[in-house]
């Protein structure tokens, strides 16, 4: 009997686990068709991103498909900035640790800047990389 109370936290940490995968897995599975759409894409468990010519495409990742999708186009970006704990930092020079990652696209009107959040900051430098040599 006291074997079996131990075990029992056990048991319920690996069927959590299994569930907690089993919903990763269906999240990267509905990126991969949702990004077939674009030339070129990512996806992180913060955000999934997708380019295709001009136009940007961001939302959250859902076990059902991406959600709350905006898409812009790069034509209307003033600048884009890689934010590293709420500072701007140089894409060829990122620092190796930060608490949150983004890159910012900054319009005319500031009030509607864009932020997408990475979970790796040498990912979103080679995605500020990317997208600024597109803007040229």
């Given at each position: 009997?006291?074997?079996?109370?131990?075990?029992l936290?056990?048991?319920?940490?690996?069927?959590?686990?299994?569930?907690?995968?089993?919903?990763?897995?269906?999240?990267?599975?509905?990126?991969r068709?949702?990004?077939?759409?674009?030339?070129?894409?990512?996806?992180?468990?913060?955000?999934?991103?997708?380019?295709?010519?001009?136009?940007?495409?961001?939302?959250?990742p859902?076990?059902?498909?991406?959600?709350?999708?905006?898409?812009?186009?790069?034509?209307?970006?003033?600048?884009?900035?890689?934010?590293?704990?709420?500072?701007?930092v140089?894409?060829?020079?990122?620092?190796e640790?930060?608490?949150?990652?983004?890159?910012?696209?900054?319009?005319?009107?500031?009030?509607?800047?864009?932020?997408?959040?990475?979970?790796?900051?040498?990912?979103?430098?080679?995605?500020?990389?990317?997208?600024?040599?597109?803007?040229?």
């Open positions: 009997m006291e074997r079996g109370l131990v075990w936290p056990l048991l319920v940490a690996f069927f959590w686990l299994a569930w907690q995968g089993s919903k990763e897995y269906q999240k990267i599975e509905a990126y068709a949702w990004a077939q759409q674009f030339e070129k894409a990512k996806y992180d468990i913060y955000a999934v991103l997708g380019q295709k010519g001009n136009n940007i495409t961001w939302g959250k859902t076990p059902t498909g991406p959600i709350q999708l905006k898409t812009f186009s790069l034509n209307d970006v003033r600048e884009i900035s890689l934010l590293v704990d709420e500072k701007p140089d894409t060829e020079k990122p620092p640790k930060g608490r949150t990652i983004e890159l910012e696209f900054l319009f005319p009107d500031p009030i509607n800047s864009v932020r997408v959040p990475f979970t790796e900051i040498p990912l979103a430098a080679e995605w500020g990389k990317y997208l600024q040599s597109l803007r040229v």
